[in-house]
């Protein structure tokens, strides 16, 4: 799954980068996780970034609250899922992002957080599908969830999935209303993984109220639990 990523750009890189509008009062993410308000890039809004909530509410499931939402959606079958298959057909969007992170289980209880990068630390997007529903207060809500496939050499070690990252050319054919589901089925690979880079990260991270740049800083796996002996 992909349950946390950073975005820690600026404004004026993220509008270079997307040929897109940003907020003004936009600021850098760190540590973002699902419920958050983030940005995205929808078809019908491709020269501006909308802000959406991460996890969605399909559309069997209205009005349920932000504790049931789902956050990711299964590349392989996205198309073939009720919950999922008229996002994946009318809905789609990128969700621009720096880095994400995994957390690689090391016994019963001790997880160490990695973060994953382009080898050259640069933006990139996600593949992601989005709905639009009615809160209980009877309010229109846009959501988003992410979706995942099968990790490359460099995410498998961590983790048995990783997020679709699209490469810059796909990106539109990714927003376009008339790609068929097969040719969009076809961009839902995992990204090489000698485009991608890994690293282990402050336990800080942990936890969403962490949202500095100090939770993406490198720190040795040996030194997050004072325990010289955990790789040895």
């Not at 750009?9 to 993410?29: G, N, T, V, Y």
């Not at 909530?53 to 079958?77: C, H, M």
């Not at 979706?147 to 796909?170: A, F, G, Q, W």
Request: proline letters at 6%.
């Amino acid at each position: 799954m992909c349950g946390r990523y950073s975005l820690s750009k600026s404004k004026i890189e993220l509008e270079e980068r997307f040929q897109a509008e940003m907020l003004s009062d936009f600021k850098p993410r760190y540590n973002v996780a699902p419920t958050q308000l983030v940005p995205v890039i929808t078809s019908g809004s491709p020269n501006g970034f909308s802000f959406f909530y991460w996890g969605i509410t399909p559309e069997f499931g209205k009005n349920k609250p932000v504790s049931q939402k789902l956050i990711n959606a299964k590349a392989e079958t996205v198309d073939q899922k009720v919950s999922f298959k008229s996002s994946f057909q009318k809905r789609r969007c990128l969700v621009p992002a720096d880095g994400f992170y995994e957390w690689k289980k090391l016994g019963k209880k001790t997880k160490i957080p990695y973060r994953f990068t382009l080898r050259d630390e640069e933006l990139f997007s996600m593949a992601g599908i989005w709905e639009e529903y009615e809160s209980v207060n009877g309010e229109t809500q846009h959501t988003f969830l992410i979706l995942t496939t099968n990790p490359n050499p460099i995410v498998s070690d961590v983790h048995d999935r990783m997020p679709v990252i699209l490469s810059k050319e796909l990106e539109k054919k990714w927003l376009d209303g008339y790609t068929s589901i097969d040719e969009l089925k076809e961009l839902l690979k995992p990204l090489s993984g000698d485009q991608m880079l890994s690293y282990s990260v402050s336990p800080l991270v942990n936890s969403v109220q962490n949202d500095t740049p100090a939770v993406m800083r490198k720190t040795s796996p040996m030194d997050q639990h004072g325990n010289y002996t955990l790789f040895g």
